[in-house]
């Protein structure tokens, strides 16, 4: 088992570190203030994007891996990296195609398999 | 009762009247859900460097394998259960997004397959990918303007 073997557990743990932390501090705002759920994803998108841009992200990614490229503040921040990169590449057109470029993955595949999973799911019928 | 006149008052009376939600344990179980899902990621993350995958590529499976995962445990009507129990521990990562997009569109599912779940999908999800896109055109913009790279 040579992929157990190569797995760095400092890595993990820091990795489980850091997404905790990012979510508690999405429960201190959901308990504390009067935001919905929906309006938290769209501050943590928006807030990783600003954080990705500015180039500090980055720094979080490479210290906690997943821990900060799986919370939604990952997807705002490689939104933004994305835009950053096609825009050397394709001028102002990267402005426009870069994000989602970079994304799409993602995207499509939430599109696709929540499209999938509403198919076979059944709606919840509530008992009297 | 005296009657409620000002948002004040009626803010008043919804916080007296709302249970409090323990916010330590809330937080100890965002935490501990939260950080196990990112663990998960970390792991598909690994296999997939392990197999030869770079770190964007690797990045973009994780958040497939996630999304599609969440999808079918939305479906399975799983999710909303640890959703309860987790509270941000499920929202805040990619699964939340993925949750966002399935669970409304069960619901309006007897609307139809084109404008009840093809429409109601973007309930929450359409404002994220309003933000976030728009954000990143605007950096892109900015990134221009200054000559910063990435």
Known sequence: MDFIQSIDWMGILKCFVVGGIICVIGQILIDKTKLTPARILVIYVTTGAILGGLGIYKYLIDFAGAGATVPLLGFGANLAKGAMQEVQKAGLLGAFTGGVKASAGGIAAAVFFGYLASLIAKPKIKKQ | ?150
Request: aromatic letters at 10%; one cysteine or more.
């Open chain 2, 1 to 150: 009762m005296k009657p409620i006149e000002t948002k004040q008052e009626y803010s008043n009376y919804v916080d007296q009247k709302s249970p409090n939600s323990p916010i330590w344990k809330n937080c100890l179980n965002a935490f501990w859900v939260g950080g196990l899902i990112c663990t998960i990621g970390q792991f598909i993350m690994n296999f997939c460097k392990y197999q030869g995958l770079d770190e964007t590529a690797s990045s973009t499976v994780v958040s497939i394998v996630l999304i599609a995962i969440s999808a079918i445990l939305t479906g399975l009507n799983i999710f909303n259960k640890i959703g309860k129990f987790a509270g941000a521990g499920s929202l805040i990562p990619i699964t939340g997004f993925a949750n966002s997009i399935v669970s409304p569109a069960i619901e309006y599912k007897s609307e139809g397959y084109v404008m009840g779940v093809g429409g109601k999908m973007f309930t929450v999800a359409g404002p994220v990918l309003v933000f976030g896109i728009s954000s990143s055109v605007i950096i892109g913009i900015l990134a221009i303007l200054f000559g910063a790279g990435a």
